[in-house]
């Protein structure tokens, strides 16, 4: 099995947003990995890390936020930590990867760098599984304590009652030296039996530095029934004694002094066979007998004999295939560290509002509530552009065609009501544009219907003959007044809307102010406690509200005001229109018998 880690991640998806970086490894038991004769099933196997394939200061200083997902980038893997070294650089992890099959190539991710301020969606499995081993599985020692019994790793608690000799660095971690004195002993243990005829593995890493003859790695004994793995001047064998006596393999070829080797054992209920780093090498037709007693690393009850370094023991209620003892071998062992391809971790997608920085994460610390009330004020704010974008046009629109209207008004010299005309030839005579269209632009213009009324109230009383009174030309300028006050009040609608947005907005922001803030202070009353962190999230997304609130209310005054400027102008231009009409009139129109008459 040969695993990669490698940092082009092809995965579209992301197994929590909690988690910002994550390095894909491949288990490839294909030829360009290392293949296996069969497929191994469920399997435990090391993933080595290290500063080429793994950033130490992304994870917290004992890796407990570090985690492992399968292929489909959702299913959480068991995994357990052996050591996590950041000030070395060093790490071991043991996962357990479920159909690992032979000639095939898998992908699982390693997350890493959990962002403690994001938290996982309600109810989404973030913990760990209970255990890396499967059920099967009733003893691991990894030997990484330091000066006491070795603890059991597999979660059944077959822990053993003496120390040995802690080394570091050992094959995988920690691991610990025997001297060929005295033995660690392991208590019985019901969850540790073995049943007659049972199936059974046995495998571990040894390193023998001494070769003598009947040298023990390990012995278990029950009333009659014994079991010894161990080397005879280097040879590695098994003993079984059961039923039908006393009976040991043939002894196999010899090891190296100062060499770490995997030795497995393996009993399917007919036939016991032995292995060394994976390759079967000897076997015998005998089955396991009952064992329920003690056992013993590295010698018998009250005798050690083997001299050197043993460590990762473990024992299982099964007989586990070739393909994985050959998993194990390989996988554990010093193939591991070309197996394994330093690549860069892959970092998580940066969202939108993560780029917003302190305002994003506000953003998103904005509870229902004050999110109702942002809305109101969007919609507040949406139509005070509105109204002051369409009455920006239509309001600038109007005071260019006053100023055309009033150039055409400045060239008459005689009859005031020349230009109250659709005649096309009448407004180009007086110096304006003939088009239409121009005709229609100033006709639209209040100034425009304040000079029709006047012009009408003049056809009016020139057509019954005589000049205009002043008791007329009251009556005029009073229904120009009118008309000025007419035009006034269309230029001032919608306004009010202006109005309730400038007053309203902040209003209805510091609702949603005092509704977050009543709701974070509510939750830590339900608590019980006080944690700065959980309070200040939802204090400052309640005053987001409020801010809202100012940013409708900001423009609308602006807006208002300048709008209200641009109306006052139209407006006192038709009041200085009227009163200019008005003294033309008197002048042009005067009553009969008048002696100043020019009409």
């Given at each position: 099995m040969m695993i990669l880690a490698t940092g082009s991640l092809h995965a579209r998806t992301w197994w929590n947003e909690a988690w910002s970086t994550r390095t894909k490894f491949t288990v490839d038991t294909s030829d360009n990995g290392v293949p296996l004769p069969d497929a191994a099933g469920t399997a435990t196997v090391v993933v080595r890390l290290h500063d080429g394939n793994f950033d130490f200061t992304s994870a917290k200083e004992d890796g407990s936020d570090i985690r492992f997902v399968d292929?489909?980038?959702?299913?959480?893997?068991?995994?357990?930590?052996?050591?996590?070294?950041?000030?070395?650089?060093?790490?071991?992890?043991?996962?357990?990867?479920?159909?690992?099959?032979?000639?095939?190539?898998?992908?699982?991710?390693?997350?890493?760098?959990?962002?403690?301020?994001?938290?996982?969606?309600?109810?989404?499995?973030?913990?760990?599984?209970?255990?890396?081993?499967?059920?099967?599985?009733?003893?691991?020692?990894?030997?990484?304590?330091?000066?006491?019994?070795?603890?059991?790793?597999?979660?059944?608690?077959?822990?053993?009652?003496?120390?040995?000799?802690?080394?570091?660095?050992?094959?995988?971690?920690?691991?610990?030296?025997?001297?060929?004195?005295?033995?660690?002993?392991?208590?019985?243990?019901?969850?540790?039996?073995?049943?007659?005829?049972?199936?059974?593995?046995?495998?571990?890493?040894?390193?023998?530095?001494?070769?003598?003859?009947?040298?023990?790695?390990?012995?278990?004994?029950d009333g009659s029934s014994a079991l010894k793995i161990g080397l005879d001047n280097g040879a590695p064998f098994f003993e079984i004694t059961g039923p039908a006596g006393t009976q040991r393999s043939a002894p196999a070829a010899p090891l190296a002094a100062?060499?770490?080797?995997?030795?497995?054992?393996?009993?399917?209920?007919?036939?016991?066979?032995?292995?060394?780093?994976?390759?079967?090498?000897?076997?015998?037709?005998?089955?396991?007998?009952a064992l329920n007693g003690p056992a013993f690393i590295g010698g018998e009850e009250g005798k050690g004999s083997f001299g050197g370094e043993i460590d990762e023991l473990e024992i299982s209620k099964s007989?586990?295939?070739?393909?994985?003892i050959k998993l194990a071998a390989l996988g554990q062992g010093q193939q591991n560290a070309k197996l394994l391809v330093a690549g860069k971790p892959e970092p998580a997608k940066v969202s939108f509002l993560e780029n917003l920085g302190i305002f994003g994460f506000l953003i998103k610390s904005v509870t229902v509530d004050a999110w109702v009330v942002i809305g109101i004020l969007g919609i507040m704010s949406a139509i005070s552009w509105i109204v002051m974008y369409a009455?920006?046009?239509?309001?600038?629109?109007?005071?260019?065609?006053?100023?055309?209207?009033?150039?055409?008004?400045?060239?008459?010299?005689?009859?005031?009501?020349?230009?109250?005309?659709?005649?096309?030839?009448?407004?180009?005579?007086?110096?304006?544009?003939?088009?239409?269209?121009?005709?229609?632009?100033?006709?639209?213009?209040?100034?425009?219907?304040?000079?029709?009324?006047?012009?009408?109230?003049?056809?009016?009383?020139?057509?019954?003959?005589?000049?205009?009174?002043?008791?007329?030309?009251?009556?005029?300028?009073?229904?120009?007044?009118?008309?000025?006050?007419?035009?006034?009040?269309?230029?001032?609608?919608?306004?009010?809307?202006?109005?309730?947005?400038?007053?309203?907005?902040?209003?209805?922001?510091?609702?949603?102010?005092?509704?977050?803030?009543?709701?974070?202070?509510?939750?830590?009353?339900?608590?019980?406690?006080?944690?700065?962190?959980?309070?200040?999230?939802?204090?400052?997304?309640?005053?987001?509200?409020?801010?809202?609130?100012?940013?409708?209310?900001?423009?609308?005054l602006f807006g208002y005001n300048y709008l209200s400027v641009q109306v006052k102008d139209i407006v006192t231009d038709m009041h200085l229109f009227t009163e200019e009409f008005l003294t033309k009139m008197a002048e042009y129109y005067p009553e009969k018998g008048d002696a100043s008459s020019s009409h």
């Open positions: 292929s489909d980038d959702k299913t959480m893997l068991a995994s357990q930590i052996e050591k996590f070294d950041p000030v070395m650089n060093e790490g071991f992890v043991w996962v357990k990867i479920p159909d690992v099959k032979a000639g095939a190539s898998r992908d699982i991710y390693l997350y890493s760098a959990r962002n403690e301020k994001k938290k996982p969606a309600k109810g989404e499995k973030t913990d760990l599984p209970k255990t890396a081993y499967d059920s099967e599985t009733i003893t691991v020692y990894h030997f990484n304590e330091h000066g006491t019994p070795p603890g059991d790793s597999s979660g059944e608690g077959v822990r053993a009652e003496t120390p040995g000799i802690p080394i570091e660095g050992s094959m995988i971690g920690g691991g610990i030296k025997l001297d060929g004195k005295k033995p660690i002993s392991i208590p019985a243990n019901p969850n540790a039996a073995v049943l007659e005829a049972a199936p059974y593995t046995w495998m571990s890493w040894v390193k023998p530095t001494v070769l003598a003859s009947e040298s023990i790695i390990y012995s278990r004994k100062g060499t770490w080797k995997h030795l497995a054992m393996v009993s399917d209920g007919t036939r016991t066979t032995l292995y060394v780093d994976g390759n079967a090498v000897a076997n015998l037709p005998v089955a396991m007998p007989a586990r295939s070739a393909a994985l009455k920006n046009k239509y309001i600038t629109s109007l005071a260019r065609g006053s100023k055309e209207f009033l150039n055409q008004w400045h060239h008459l010299a005689g009859d005031l009501t020349a230009i109250d005309t659709d005649d096309v030839e009448v407004i180009k005579t007086l110096g304006g544009r003939a088009e239409e269209k121009y005709i229609k632009f100033i006709h639209s213009t209040p100034i425009y219907r304040v000079y029709h009324l006047g012009c009408e109230e003049i056809r009016q009383r020139v057509s019954k003959g005589g000049g205009i009174s002043h008791r007329a030309i009251e009556s005029i300028e009073s229904s120009m007044e009118a008309q000025v006050t007419r035009e006034n009040a269309k230029l001032q609608s919608m306004m009010v809307l202006l109005t309730i947005c400038i007053a309203g907005g902040p209003y209805v922001g510091l609702l949603g102010t005092i509704i977050g803030v009543m709701i974070t202070f509510g939750e830590i009353a339900m608590l019980g406690e006080v944690d700065i962190n959980a309070i200040a999230p939802g204090i400052a997304a309640a005053l987001l509200a409020t801010v809202c609130g100012l940013i409708v209310a900001i423009p609308a």
